[in-house]
């Protein structure tokens, strides 16, 4: 059997068809047979799982993977080893389920005790280990096996295949794991330490794979704050490597994953992305991902034309999101990304392209550049990047969703040029809808982006806005848990609530309401910035001509009025003076009225401390309200 | 017993002139002693003076530093042909430019009021093709008023009123707007602007013909311009305003960019390009190419037994006759063991006219003989120092000694292991090691660390042979040499065929051992003393040597009349004649004559004459081919072929 099944995927479906594998399955189990009978049979089983996933599926349907476990407690190393081969191949095939792994709790520390038996289970093992460690439940199950203590003397294994195998594992045990990545940087091979043993591996001789590897582990590390960013190791080492993966002269794959790897380093780090824009042109480098399937290949070699239609999606995406990256804080980069050949097209071509994956890409980039205020003005103007963006909020996964309305919320404000065509493609609607949204983020964005669109904004739009997001909605809002949502909201409202007319004119129509939810705002517990926000909003309101008689005829909230004034928050006094100081403002009718109301209410008593007050700010605004009585 | 000293000197005076009476020559010899120790003494006086006056050792440590950096990172290159920059050049600099520092600190004198008052400076020698890659660090000391600086490359002559970039074949990186200046007056935007504190390197690619700067440690990327630079560039820089100031590092201090990383990168590429050289359809050419290759060497150095088994495991042809190749490897052993004389009588007996055609060759061997003569090797001295009249008749094919191979394998083994790299087989460690041990186990029997071989040895000297190896007494001459073969045969078809040359070495190594332990024996027999004597320490081969002596004298003179003066001829008699002038040859300025590793020289002229008169090629095409490639790698570094620096021939041998 296995004669014929070497190397023929025929003969190997053949076989599984005719019911092979539950045999081979039973003598491999039989304590009773020799152990070259159960060593031949983990050999066949190894050989018909090379072959095709289907083979795998039917492998795994017949509970190959106990078995074969099963077998690992045998004493012989030679039937171990067939065993191991074959669970190898079965856990590295996609279509296997890696929880199959930890469903026994006494494989994992069975594996590492055989771990070092010959160079064969340390390959395998590794490589298992390698595959199946997905989840942070799965580096916590291996890390509390010792893992790290067991693997990381395979980093100096004479054998180049266990040393790969090792350091792959130690990339995914450390993957956002700061346990992991803590106890890394104290281990110590041979003397050295492991983040000088990755530096090596890193060297420009070694292998592509084993540098790109080496790179993950220290980029991890760093990311999970085991390392520091200004660390010689990533900023000398780690940060020229990843760069060295992007070049033209490495496969897509690595191109691919470098730049993924890259972007992730850097995200925080505006040190890094500074070093990055300026390594071996990384930026013009990047450009070249956009030209697959270049025309050369289609014609040339099919071949080719194949592979590189099966990579241009993830190239074009990886290059988005390191471009994301690089822009995420510098000015100067972002400029010189947008002046990169024809960056803004390949943007907003990436916005509306069939897979998801570069969609997000694209729309993660995009708000990375839309953080300029010059592109802003200039080359997101210049190619209408809001039609794509538009479209791509109609309809779209919530991860590309709160991309895009981020962007979104950047587009619209006041010095956009965009913000008008944005305005008139009915935007409002879809705003509000966000701000229903069950995920937080979106509901942020869609208030946020109304806040920023109501920012002295015509009274044709505010009105619009009120009407459209609805005074219950925006009470829900207002009691939202989430305080960013709250904040914004208040925003909305303080925007909302500018310039006299649109003052009285929106006081009017929800007078009764707003002032409710301000009551609540200012009885709740809330953070310092709330209830700024809030009173800033009443000293708006108390600017308007009618919209001052709210506030006055309700003792209640001048009471609150006078509370805050008395304050020992500055911000608070400050905003709170500013709303009296709006009432008693003289030319204005009925202020005497008001004065005098508020004079025997007693706040005169306390504008006269506040003339007295440290804060400079706070001293002025109490003198300038002083005077309106003197007058 | 040493010859006393006197009469030394005398021996080398009658030699060299019959005419000179005896008792004046110590006096002549001590006072030419004298002078050559005087003058000897005031060199050295000098060199400490000249020493103390620059012996500043920060600098001194400094300059190991560098030169130990730059022997690591261009080995290729041959500093006597092509030095390296090591600073900047006073001579060839514009005048606003001021040094310091030992010539690496640049800083600017001039007005500063406009581009034309810029100013450059080159280093002292162009970077030389045979670094593959060149790298040079510049540190930014002070920016200056407006920080206009260019940092770069030029060619000899290119005016230095200007900043490295602006004219044609100069080529820089400048500070205030970095952009990149390619022989043009506009740069192209190229990487960060530099200032106060920024080290910026430039690194020559001269594989590529391609350039790139580096900002503290930070690759900027390839120059926008492709395969254009010209070679014999000189490391540049230039500076524009008042109170710019830069500090060069040609390599005096470490690097803050890899460098080392980068040019491992290269040497990968450009093995892997080497190994993986497509060889088509040829496939089966080169395999019996190589085995050609392998089978002419071994047959060559008459390695006969392995050559033998090579040729008939790979199933190749031999061209020559199986006795000519041991014919020539009986006369080779004949030379390595010292004894000169008797393979000059073979082969005048096997190749007949060979010698007389070939006089500097004869004359080659006859000096060698010489010295063999004073080594006491030579058969005739030997003679005269054996004293059982036995190995007296056994001799020149000493039968009695044969058998010892195969009590000494287990010895050979180890010892030829010991010295696997050396291309015969022998090291001069090993062989010291192994004559003293000898000589311990002859003067001392009870020495700890004696050997089954030497034991055997000691036995077979003092006993009849016959008793010591049962089928050494039915040996003759022409069986003797035929059973070392079987031996050899034997004891190649236990090791892999690789260790070939192993085999062969330790064949040899025991060869000498054999003459070594002759001599030494028999000095002992004279007068128990255990130090090495003059042609062992007897009388009539003393004599015998003076005269023989007396008759290559007059080789060298009757050859100096047929065919003119000879340098070398000359040098060499002076140096064995000089061997006299000491009590103690071995341990003497000329000493190393005696070491049996120069027999290896002359032993490869001779097999190389005798092969050309036997129209076979005096070199085996494996040499040929070594040396061939040796040259080529040289010849790349001369026509400027920057990859030479990572291809060389000795990192592929082993």
């Known amino acids: 059997m296995k004669n014929a099944v070497i ?50 599926k039917s492998l795994v349907d017949c509970h190959i993977i106990p078995a074969l476990l099963q077998g690992l407690l045998c004493s012989d190393l030679i039937f171990i080893e067939a065993c191991l081969r074959c669970l190898r191949t079965v856990f590295i095939s996609p279509v296997t389920p890696v929880q199959l792994l930890y469903t026994d709790p006494t494989v994992i520390p069975h594996l590492m005790s055989l771990l070092s038996r010959s160079r064969h289970t340390k390959e395998y093992i590794t490589q298992i280990f390698a595959h199946c460690c997905k989840t942070p439940e799965h580096q916590t199950v291996l890390f ?51 983040s000088q043993v990755f530096v090596r591996m890193m060297q420009r001789d070694k292998p592509i794979e084993m540098q ?109 999101k390191l471009y994301a990256s690089l822009g995420s804080n510098d000015e100067d980069i972002r400029k010189k990304i947008t002046e990169t050949e024809n960056m803004m097209d390949r943007i907003v071509s990436g916005l509306s392209e069939s897979s998801i994956k570069v969609r997000l890409a694209a729309v993660r980039c995009l708000h990375s550049l839309s953080r300029s205020v010059q592109q802003l003005r200039t080359s997101f103007h210049d190619h209408a990047v809001w ?13 590309v969703l709160v991309m895009a309305s981020s962007t979104l919320c950047n587009l619209l404000l006041e010095f956009s040029p ?20 069950d995920s937080p983020a979106l509901r942020v964005n869609g208030i946020w982006a109304l806040m920023n669109m109501a920012f002295q904004a015509d009274q044709k739009v505010k009105v619009e806005i009120v009407r459209a997001l609805g005074t219950e909605q925006l009470f829900r809002l207002l009691s939202d848990p989430d305080t960013n949502v709250l904040m914004k909201t208040l925003g909305l409202l ?138 | 017993m040493a010859l006393p000293s006197c009469q030394q000197c005398a021996l080398r005076r009658a030699l060299c002139s019959t005419t000179v009476p005896t008792r004046h020559c110590r006096a002549a010899v001590i006072r030419g002693y004298l002078t050559a120790a005087v003058s000897l003494l005031t060199k050295m006086a000098e060199l400490g003076a000249g020493s103390l006056l620059t012996g500043d050792p920060a600098f001194s440590y400094q300059e190991h530093e560098l030169n130990e950096r730059l022997k690591r990172l261009y080995p290729a290159v041959n500093e006597e042909e092509t030095p390296l920059p090591r600073s900047w050049s006073p001579k060839d600099k514009y005048s606003y430019i001021g040094l310091s520092q030992n010539n690496l600190r640049v800083h600017y004198k001039g007005h500063g009021k406009n581009h034309k008052d810029a100013a450059s400076v080159r280093a002292t020698h162009p970077i030389p093709a045979a670094c593959g890659i060149y790298y040079f660090e510049v540190k930014i000391v002070s920016k200056g008023r407006d920080g206009y600086m260019g940092i770069g490359l030029s060619a000899q002559g290119v005016n230095m009123n200007r900043l490295p970039g602006w004219d044609k074949h100069s080529y820089g990186y400048h500070g205030d707007d970095g952009h990149s200046f390619c022989s043009s007056g506009t740069g192209q935007p190229y990487g960060p602007t530099f200032t106060t504190g920024d080290v910026i390197g430039c690194c020559v690619n001269l594989i590529n013909n391609t350039c790139f700067y580096t900002k503290n440690g930070h690759s900027l990327g390839n120059n926008l311009m492709k395969n254009d630079l010209r070679p014999n560039l000189y490391p540049t820089v230039g500076l524009q305003t008042p109170g710019e100031i830069v500090d060069a590092n040609f390599g005096q201090q470490p690097f803050v960019f890899d460098i080392e990383d980068y040019m491992s990168e290269w040497r990968a590429k450009i093995h892997s390009m080497i190994a993986r050289f497509p060889i088509g359809e040829r496939l089966g050419d080169w395999q019996s190419v190589l085995q050609n290759m392998v089978s002419s060497y071994l047959v060559h150095h008459g390695y006969c037994a392995t050559a033998m088994a090579f040729s008939r495991a790979t199933e190749t042809m031999i061209q020559e006759d199986q006795t000519s190749i041991k014919n020539r490897q009986r006369i080779q052993k004949l030379v390595l063991a010292g004894r000169v004389g008797e393979a000059i009588d073979a082969t005048q007996q096997l190749y007949p006219g060979l010698l007389e055609h070939n006089p500097n060759l004869l004359f080659m061997l006859k000096c060698r003989q010489f010295v063999e003569m004073v080594n006491g090797t030579d058969s005739e001295v030997r003679c005269f120092s054996v004293h059982s009249p036995k190995s007296q008749d056994s001799y020149p094919g000493s039968p009695n000694l044969s058998p010892r191979h195969g009590a000494t394998n287990a010895h050979l083994h180890s010892t030829g292991a010991d010295s696997p790299t050396c291309s015969n087989g022998v090291t001069p460690t090993n062989k010291n090691k192994s004559h003293n041990k000898y000589t311990g186990v002859s003067s001392a029997s009870s020495s700890p660390s004696s050997s089954p071989s030497s034991v055997n040895y000691s036995e077979s000297n003092s006993t009849d042979s016959t008793k010591s190896q049962p089928h050494s007494a039915t040996s003759n001459q022409e069986t003797s040499d035929s059973e070392m073969e079987i031996e050899a045969e034997h004891y190649s078809n236990g090791v892999t065929e690789s260790s070939a040359r192993i085999m062969n070495g330790t064949y040899k190594h025991q060869e000498i051992l054999q003459a070594d332990d002759s ?129 060389r021939v000795d990192n592929f041998l082993h």
């Open chain 1, 7 to 56: 190397g023929n995927n025929k003969q190997k479906a053949n076989l599984i068809v005719l019911g092979a594998v539950p045999r081979l399955l039973y003598l491999l189990q039989q304590s009773s047979s020799s152990l070259e009978l159960r060593t031949e049979c983990a050999v066949v089983l190894g050989s018909l799982a090379m072959g095709t996933e289907n083979n795998i």
């Open chain 1, 144 to 194: 509390n096996h010792s893992a790290i203590q067991n693997i990381a003397p395979l980093l100096i294994s004479p054998s180049d295949k266990v040393r790969m195998q090792a350091l792959k594992c130690f990339s995914v045990l450390a993957y956002e794991n700061t346990q992991v990545s803590m106890t890394l940087v104290n281990v110590l091979v041979d003397g050295e330490q492991l």
């Open chain 1, 212 to 320: 790109l590897t080496a790179a993950k582990c220290l980029t991890y590390m760093c990311r999970a704050g085991a390392i520091r960013t200004d660390d010689n190791c990533i900023i000398l080492k780690t940060l020229p490597c990843l760069v060295r993966m992007c070049s033209k002269e490495r496969l897509l794959e690595e191109r691919v994953e470098g730049a993924e790897t890259l972007a992730y380093l850097m995200e925080p780090d505006v040190e890094l992305q500074r070093i990055a824009s300026f390594t071996d042109h990384l930026v013009s480098m990047l450009a070249d991902y956009f030209k697959y399937p270049s025309s050369v290949s289609a014609i040339t070699d099919i071949k080719r034309l194949d592979h590189d239609l099966k990579h241009a999606h993830e190239l074009r995406q990886a290059a988005f």
């Open chain 1, 387 to 399: 039609k794509p963006l538009m479209k791509l909020l109609q309809n779209a996964p919530d991860e």
């Open chain 1, 418 to 437: 965009s913000k008008e065509p944005i305005l008139d493609s009915g935007v409002i609607e879809l705003l509000c809808s966000l701000t229903q949204s």
């Open chain 1, 494 to 631: 303080r925007n909302l609530l500018s310039t006299r007319p649109h003052i009285d004119q929106i006081m009017s129509s929800h007078g009764k309401q707003i002032m409710q939810a301000v009551t609540l705002i200012l009885e709740g517990e809330h953070s310092i910035e709330v209830k700024e926000q809030t009173l800033c909003i009443l000293a708006n309101i108390a600017d308007g001509n009618t919209a001052k008689e709210l506030i006055m005829t309700n003792d209640d909230m001048l009471q609150k009025i006078k509370y805050y004034m008395g304050h020992s928050n500055v911000k608070l006094q400050l905003a709170a003076t500013f709303c009296i100081s709006n009432l008693i403002w003289n030319e204005e009718d009925g202020s005497q009225e008001r004065q005098d109301k508020l004079k025997d209410m007693g706040f005169v008593d306390i504008l006269h401390k506040l003339t007295q007050a440290s804060d400079p700010n706070l001293c002025d605004r109490a003198k300038t309200a002083m005077q309106q009585y003197l007058a």
């Open chain 2, 519 to 647: 001599s030494v024996g028999n000095g002992v027999a004279d007068d128990s003393c255990s130090s090495r004597q003059l042609c062992g320490g007897n009388q009539a081969a003393t004599e015998r040597m003076i005269q023989f002596g007396r008759e290559l004298q007059a080789l060298s003179e009757q050859l100096c009349r047929q065919y003119g003066k000879n340098a070398t001829h000359k040098k060499m008699l002076q140096d064995a004649f000089s061997l006299l002038a000491y009590s103690d040859p071995w341990n003497c300025p000329v000493g190393q004559q005696l070491d049996p590793m120069q027999r290896e020289a002359i032993c490869s002229a001779l097999n190389s004459a005798i092969l050309e008169s036997q129209n076979l090629p005096k070199q085996p095409p494996l040499m040929l081919a070594l040396g061939q490639a040796t040259e080529c790698v040289q010849l790349m570094a001369r026509v400027r072929s920057g990859s030479c620096s990572f291809a």
